[in-house]
């Protein structure tokens, strides 16, 4: 009920810590009065106060404005445990583990780029695999599979699909240090093993937009962003192997709630401490998969540089990359607690992107002054968004900030109010070409599925957990 919250201030709102009895930490909601109206119309903020009575929640749980019902925890959720006295949650991760973005800039204007539109979009749908299933152009061994799951980007660079300078962009470097292909199942492995590359169905996409405004000039320029400039998103995560990873450990993790004393709220956050064997299995395991999400996007970097030199030539110039964020995923950080005091955290974001302001050392010096760079996709026919981390993020929300625009229909729903060459042919009206192997895919996706970005960037602006640097216009699509 919108009577049980706390007005924090116009864009904060708290649900207090006693208002279950099950509750460790307060709740917190960042959104506008009337996105709360609508929030509060499905289960995501009796989710956010589930995920709050979880074992060794610090602080406050958060949710963005892009906020909705997810499996166990809400999509647009933070949360972050004690480490090492707290518990790791497949449902605070979602199951396509590090899906996420990264953005690459391009050399040309859109004028520039206007003439070679058409063919560039045929051959970067034929580069870029596209839908359930699909395989990729790279035939990768067990072995080398093996090396993906461990070493991530470092490794798929050195075999020749990237280099330093992309390493350098990505958050985490692309990889986390705990990957453990022993952890993840042969049957996951099968699933992935030749999808590398692909891009998957429905919400994942590339797609190429121009900057149609900055909002804060030196920070554009540290970025290497311009007005008018033509750059490229990908959105992907991890395939099928990321969602067997899930699987397989979700299932593993209910059964050993038992043991170690854990009793929640819902079946859908199932998880053990961090440092029982079943939660290591799963870090290690979902730390593999984020390693195979961050080579799929490298992978698919590859491919996009690769046609775009074919249609342009030297005439094209260089694709690089502006960054890499990860949405579905958790990681160990240090943050201050409650109390103060830094420690170490396992923070979940699911269905947010981390956003760390200037001067943090995780920030590669090429931005470090600035803040990191945080790439929020708004839909196929409205605007996206550039932003960078800000210092005061690191204390409203273990630096995060929202990841998109966020659901407001449900696919379902979606499907029944639109069909799938409308919004294509509404689209193109729009000067917006659409590649799709599936018309319902496109239904589901019709922007009106999704809240309206502007006013979710707008209230992450306002409440100071990231700032405005670049607005974006879809010029070209290729939906999964
Ligand atoms: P998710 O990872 O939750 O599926 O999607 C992240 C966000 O991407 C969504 O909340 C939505 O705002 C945005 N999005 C979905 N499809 C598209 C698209 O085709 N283009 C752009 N630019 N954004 C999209
Ligand atoms: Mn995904
Ligand atoms: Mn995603």
Not at 124 to 135: E, F
Not at 445 to 461: F, G, H, I, L, T
Request: glycine share 12%; charged share 25%.
């Amino acid at each position: 009920d919108l009577r049980d919250l706390r007005r924090i201030h116009p864009y904060l709102w708290e649900i207090p810590a006693g208002y279950r009895e099950d509750m460790r930490i307060p709740c917190r909601i960042f959104a506008s009065k009337e996105m709360l109206e609508e929030i509060v119309k499905d289960r995501s903020l009796e989710q956010l106060v589930n995920v709050s009575a979880l074992p060794g929640m610090q602080k406050a749980a958060y949710v963005m404005p892009d906020v909705h019902e997810g499996y166990g925890f809400p999509i647009g959720g933070v949360a972050a445990a004690a480490w090492p006295d707290g518990v790791i949650s497949p449902g605070g991760i979602g199951y396509d583990i590090n899906c996420g973005v990264r953005l690459l800039k391009t050399e040309l204007s859109h004028q520039e780029l206007q003439p070679h539109l058409r063919r560039l979009g045929e051959r970067l749908y034929m580069a870029v695999p596209s839908g359930v299933g699909k395989s990729g152009f790279i035939k990768l061994s067990k072995e080398h599979l093996d090396k993906v799951l461990e070493k991530g980007v470092p490794w798929l660079a050195d075999m020749g699909y990237g280099g330093e300078e992309d390493i350098d962009c990505i958050e985490s470097r692309g990889c986390l240090e705990n990957g453990d292909p022993s952890a993840v199942s042969s049957h996951a492995k099968g699933r992935g093993i030749d999808q590398l590359g692909t891009l998957g169905a429905g919400n994942h996409f590339v797609e190429i937009d121009r900057i149609t405004h900055i909002y804060d000039q030196e920070t554009a320029s540290a970025f290497g962003l311009f007005e008018g400039q033509v750059v490229i998103q990908i959105h992907t995560g991890s395939r099928g192997l990321g969602h067997q990873v899930a699987t397989d450990h979700i299932k593993v993790l209910l059964g050993a709630m038992r043991k170690y004393g854990i009793t929640v709220p819902d079946r859908e956050l199932a998880c053990a401490p961090l440092t029982s064997p079943e939660g290591k299995e799963y870090a290690g395991a979902m730390a593999a998969a984020a390693n195979f999400a961050w080579a799929n996007r490298q992978a698919i970097t590859f491919f996009i540089r690769k046609t775009w030199h074919e249609v342009l030539g030297d005439q094209g110039g260089h694709l690089s990359l502006l960054y890499d964020v990860a949405h579905n995923i958790a990681k160990v950080e240090e943050h201050r607690g409650e109390d103060g005091v830094r420690r170490k955290m396992a923070v979940h974001r699911k269905g947010a992107t981390r956003a760390f302001g200037p001067g943090h050392p995780e920030v590669t010096p090429r931005y470090r002054n600035f803040g990191q760079p945080v790439i929020i996709p708004g839909s196929m026919g409205t605007a996206s968004y550039v932003l960078a981390g800000t210092e005061s993020s690191m204390e409203l929300a273990f630096g995060s900030c929202c990841h998109g625009a966020g659901r407001q229909m449900s696919r379902h729903a979606a499907k029944r109010a639109v069909r799938g060459e409308r919004v294509r042919d509404d689209l193109h009206q729009q000067g917006i070409q659409v590649y799709s192997g599936s018309m319902a895919g496109l239904a589901e996706e019709a922007p009106m599925a999704y809240k309206d970005v502007d006013a979710v960037v707008d209230v992450v602006e306002a409440a100071g957990i990231a700032k405005k640097v670049a607005k974006l216009r879809p010029i070209l699509v290729i939906k999964g």
